[in-house]
């Protein structure tokens, strides 16, 4: 046993027998958490590649930090429990974004709705992603979609935001959304996003058309949005619908 190699009278290193007991797979997976479960040490690398699923998963919620060492091993060696690592360490995500590979599967899970990240952390995520992915895939604009929508402003390049619009298929995330940006928007931006929206929408960018939408909150706002900035002629209140009458 590993005991026998660091136990040596007057020549003890407590560094080295700890080292020793995070990487002995020999111990069964109980006895390892149990020998553990008392530990106030954590390890910024720890070459964990050989240790059974069981007992990285430990490692990763009572040992481990998020550095890159420890990112890219998991990465390689224990797909997804990456994710895990950074879940429990969030903030060192966002201070040291750049440093971490992040490909788009990896950016799914992350701001996915059965992810351990928090709302707020998604969001600091949502701003460090290169423009593109959001863009170019259909998976992540939907799920940005959903996020944003239930934010509090924060600034978008009109491209993103024209970009989640196609991709995103909620109708009322994408309103809530369009609410959220309205007073950021310019006219044409506006005319290009109605135009952009699935029917009966997309008609309150037609000249002299008259849609009638379901009547919620968030349409609610929507046209009185419009309403207030004169980008329609009209619209009436009816009992569980909004007509529209749009600018001649």
């Not at 240790?51 to 890219?72: G, P």
């Not at 788009?104 to 928090?118: A, N, P, R």
């Not at 699935?198 to 009638?212: D, L, N």
């Amino acid at each position: 046993m590993f005991f026998d190699t660091v136990l040596k009278e007057g020549d003890f290193d407590y560094a080295e027998y700890r080292g020793k007991i995070l990487l002995c797979n020999e111990l069964s997976d109980e006895n390892y958490k149990k020998l553990l479960e008392n530990s106030i040490y954590t390890r910024a690398e720890l070459g964990f590649e050989n240790m059974s699923a069981e007992k990285v998963k430990y490692l990763v919620e009572k040992i481990l930090l998020l550095s890159e060492t420890n990112y890219n091993l998991f990465k390689e060696k224990f797909p997804d429990q990456h994710i895990d690592l950074i879940a429990n360490h969030q903030g060192k995500l966002i201070e040291d974004f750049e440093k971490y590979s992040l490909d788009e599967k990896d950016i799914i899970l992350l701001l996915g709705d059965l992810s351990k990240i928090t709302h707020q952390t998604k969001i600091e995520i949502i701003k460090k992603i290169d423009s593109d992915v959001i863009i170019n895939n259909k998976d992540i604009s939907i799920i940005v979609c959903t996020i944003l929508s239930n934010s509090a402003y924060i600034p978008l390049e009109y491209q993103v935001l024209e970009g989640v619009f196609r991709n995103a298929t909620s109708i009322e995330n994408r309103i809530k959304l369009f609410n959220i940006q309205f007073e950021k928007l310019s006219v044409e931006d506006i005319s290009n996003l109605l135009k952009i929206l699935p029917y009966p929408y997309s008609e309150i960018a037609i000249s002299r058309k008259r849609p009638t939408i379901p009547l919620n909150d968030y349409n609610n706002e929507f046209v009185n949005n419009l309403s207030n900035q004169g980008l329609i002629s009209s619209f009436e209140v009816k009992k569980d619908e909004i007509k529209v009458v749009a600018n001649y």
